[in-house]
């Protein structure tokens, strides 16, 4: 029987903000401008998954925060046209709205970045307490862990009240602590490399597939039903109390790698509502990861179930 009630929206809890994104043209010079192609998207981890299940026909709920102003109200009205409910967002005048910066070397993979989502401090445990009704007409909760960890806390006794399984990101090296006391109560966790080195006190390289897969064992050996974790152009590692494995990425022309993760973070909670097994779930994973990394934009705009098939040649 499936821990999902229904075809109950997803409830997203964490960020939204503006991408700005340069890759080089050449090599990276410090302590001078290097010429590049730059572009602007909307990105946040909890924004891009709620986008891309959105186009991928998914109902999904998103509580994030916005500074009021031309930019709050873009990212909004463009995240509610792509088709997800952005009626519980907060709009804040204390924080400017979050922004994500990064540069790219000539290949496409990240060299650096910078973001500053101080406004996620709006999102609060009374902001949830007051919409707890989206936690009760919810199939699962997803989180990015941008959220203040009162918060975390408060949507994890909602989401229990409510008998809803709990699924989050780690984020960012820096952000990856916050989780570490909730594993037990994880359905679903998705680190990089790094994330899952910290939040299990084995660090390993992100080519040690065999590192990688014990890493996600771990993972469920405290508390969590599945554990995927991510490798870039290495593939995906994968655990849960009956499987574990690894799925190659899918080779292809890197584009921007922004949003990748997120995209495969999307397709395997859909996969996984609509009760795929989880090596299919993670496969979908993959595929959308893999549109998303020749895409031009943080989320492949036509993204659709049939696309992710085609790739998989199935």
Do not use: W
Request: glycine fraction near 8%; proline fraction near 5%.
């Amino acid at each position: 029987m499936s821990v999902y009630p229904g075809s109950s929206p997803i409830l997203i809890l964490g960020a939204a903000g503006l991408d700005v994104i340069g890759r080089i043209e050449s090599d990276l010079h410090t302590g001078t401008s290097n010429p590049a192609r730059i572009r602007t998207s909307f990105g946040g981890v909890a924004r891009n998954v709620a986008e891309n299940l959105a186009r991928l026909g998914q109902p999904v709920r998103l509580v994030t925060v916005v500074g009021k102003g031309q930019f709050g109200d873009d990212i909004l009205g463009y995240t509610q046209k792509a088709g997800v409910d952005v009626s519980a967002a907060i709009r804040t005048a204390s924080f400017p709205t979050g922004f994500y910066m990064a540069v790219l070397n000539e290949s496409g993979q990240l060299h650096f970045a910078v973001d500053d989502m101080r406004l996620i401090s709006e999102l609060s445990p009374d902001h949830l307490r007051d919409h707890a009704e989206l936690f009760a007409s919810a199939s699962m909760v997803f989180m990015d862990a941008n959220l203040p960890s009162a918060t975390i806390q408060t949507a994890f006794s909602l989401a229990k009240k409510a008998g809803i399984p709990v699924c989050a990101d780690p984020t960012s090296a820096s952000l990856a602590p916050k989780l570490k006391k909730f594993l037990p109560r994880l359905h679903l966790i998705t680190p990089n490399a790094t994330e899952a080195g910290i939040l299990t006190g084995k660090p390993f390289p992100d080519n040690d597939r065999k590192a990688a897969i014990e890493a996600a064992r771990m993972l469920v050996s405290q508390g969590v039903d599945v554990a995927i974790v991510t490798l870039a152009e290495f593939g995906v590692c994968y655990a849960a109390s009956e499987t574990n494995g690894h799925i190659p990425a899918i080779r292809t022309q890197i584009l921007d790698p922004t949003g990748a993760g997120d995209a495969m973070t999307a397709a395997i909670l859909f996969g996984l509502l609509n009760e795929l097994s989880v090596d299919d779930a993670v496969r979908l994973g993959v595929s959308a990861a893999s549109l998303t990394l020749r895409s031009p934009g943080t989320v492949c705009a036509d993204l659709t179930l049939e696309k992710l098939y085609d790739q998989l040649g199935t």
